[in-house]
T-cell receptor, first 117, second 111 residues
Framework: GAVVSQHPSRVICKSGTSVKIECRSL??????MFWYRQFPKQSLMLMAT?????????EQGVEKDKFLINHASLTLSTLTVTSAHPEDSSFYIC?????????????FGPGTRLTVL | KQEVTQIPAALSVPEGENLVLNCSFT??????LQWFRQDPGKGLTSLLL?????REQTSGRLNASLDKSSGRSTLYIAASQPGDSATYLC??????????FGKGITLSVRP
């Protein structure tokens, strides 16, 4: 089946620094990638949708200047948390749809645990 | 606005028991519904996907049903095993491809 990877799997950083998370589709071309955020015992909240080569579409309440998304190629999207603060600590998960299994299914990455001190 | 509810939040059963996990959603205009499994600190694994025109899907010991008109879906797990312990999330997809997730049900199967 289609595989989506994320890197890093876990990151700890100091308040005020920026952190970049990569999401890659390993064996298919991802025309659309989604970024989610999950707090403990909460559901996944969609942050933004990105299509290759175009600007990301952010959900209401998500600061686009704080969460920079770049979908530069059909296999890579990056999420940069700028000037991170402790309240940004969360589990970030990406997913991708594309030509692998049609557009009905989103394939999810393993997630990135961000801890901001 | 679509809302997805999963109750209860947690469930503990003895090994071997058949069980049903419930999911309800407020807007019946869905494209499909999907059940996922999430292990602690991990990403999501898709279990079953039901198109809006379908009533159920089966995979091994899992069976998912969909009643779109009443806004409900169930995930049936037969002969539960300790390895089934995880959080199970349901998500509904709208026509714009966006998924709306429930908070999940944390299942513990006791040996």
């Amino acid at each position: 089946g289609a595989v989506v990877s994320q890197h890093p799997s876990r990151v700890i950083c100091k308040s005020g620094t920026s952190v970049k998370i990569e999401c890659r589709s390993l064996d298919f071309q991802a025309t659309t990638m989604f970024w989610y955020r999950q707090f403990p015992k909460q559901s996944l909240m969609l942050m933004a949708t990105s299509n290759e080569g175009s600007k990301a579409t952010y959900e209401q309440g998500v600061e686009k200047d704080k969460f920079l998304i770049n979908h530069a190629s059909l296999t890579l999207s990056t999420l940069t948390v700028t000037s991170a603060h402790p309240e940004d600590s969360s589990f970030y998960i990406c997913s991708a749809t594309g030509l692998a299994g049609g557009t009905d299914t989103q394939y999810f990455g393993p997630g990135t645990r961000l801890t901001v001190l | 606005k679509q809302e997805v509810t999963q109750i209860p939040a947690a469930l503990s059963v003895p090994e071997g028991e058949n069980l049903v996990l419930n999911c309800s959603f407020t807007d019946s205009a869905i494209y499909n519904l999907q059940w996922f499994r999430q292990d602690p600190g991990k990403g999501l694994t898709s279990l079953l996907l039901i198109q809006s025109s379908q009533r159920e899907q089966t995979s091994g010991r899992l069976n998912a049903s969909l009643d779109k008109s009443s806004g409900r879906s169930t995930l049936y797990i037969a002969a539960s095993q300790p390895g089934d312990s995880a959080t199970y999330l349901c998500a509904v997809r709208r026509a714009n491809s966006k998924l709306t997730f429930g908070k999940g049900i944390t299942l513990s199967v006791r040996p």
